[in-house]
């Protein structure tokens, strides 16, 4: 059998993709003056060689299922998270009680609440815990387990027994990856039943992920979109996600300074 080679029009197709992430298929049909099912064609041929992923409405990159080193994720986009962070932090009122969980986006919404006054704040994130020291008003629990060395998170059932008995006004998850069918996925097993507490004891739950999370595959489930009630992400969603939230009555946020 010969090797597959993208046409001419493919690889053009692939470097849109690479380059935004997820390209709609009106955007293809303008860009190459070709019809829908042309580029129909373009895209299941390029998914079943693997070069991309074919999602409702258009096309976008392949995600791996294993989680970035901790080091490298610190540093990949870094303003994005930022703007994410105010956002998010502007949604929060003084005094509130919050969950904040794992991950470097958590941890720019701990630098960007330290301008508030006499939260409640529940974390399983020692970076969390650390940079929250900073603001004497705060109350901060920490919760009990083990602790992983690759990004400061507390894992076990201790710490999930722990986080279980509070109830939170606000539950701020970050996630690995979120599915076609709004299904939200984590990378760690052992992320899974936390991020399942969150979402059951917090009044609200806040969800903050970048672009690249829509579509990313991650092996574990823990739960669906519409358990959300607010998205703040670094981009307009493609039409598909846009539609799922739209369904599921998800309040989706962006930032202007990103939108």
Do not use: W
Not at 197 to 213: E, G, P, W, Y
């Amino acid at each position: 059998m010969s090797k597959f080679e993208p046409s001419k029009r493919q690889s053009a197709i692939l470097e849109m993709v690479a380059e935004a992430g997820f390209v709609a298929t009106e955007a293809m049909v303008t860009t190459f003056n070709v019809t829908p099912q042309t580029i129909r064609r373009d895209l299941n041929e390029l998914s079943r060689h693997s070069f991309l992923s074919r999602f409702h409405g258009g096309a976008g990159q392949i995600k791996s299922a294993e989680n970035p080193p901790y080091k490298d994720r610190l540093q990949s986009g870094v303003e994005a998270k930022r703007k994410i962070a105010a956002a998010t932090a502007a949604l929060i009122p003084n005094g509130a009680s919050i969950f904040l969980s794992t991950g470097t986006t958590i941890e720019a919404i701990a630098e960007a609440l330290l301008g508030h006054d006499k939260l409640h704040v529940f974390t399983n994130n020692l970076h969390v815990a650390r940079i929250l020291t900073k603001n004497e008003s705060f109350q901060i629990i920490v919760s009990c387990g083990q602790v992983r060395h690759s990004d400061g998170g507390i894992i076990g059932s201790s710490s999930d027994d722990f986080i279980g008995d509070f109830r939170m006004d606000i539950g701020i998850v970050g996630i690995s990856g979120v599915d076609e069918d709004g299904s939200l996925l984590e990378y760690d097993p052992q992320e899974v039943k936390t991020a399942k507490t969150i979402l059951r004891n917090s009044q609200k739950v806040f969800m903050v992920a970048d672009r690249h999370k829509f579509g990313r595959r991650a092996m574990n489930r823990i739960g669906h979109i519409r358990e959300l009630d607010v998205i703040i992400t670094d981009s307009k969603l493609n039409p598909h996600f846009k539609s799922v939230c739209e369904v599921e009555n998800v309040e989706v946020i962006v930032p202007v300074e990103v939108a």
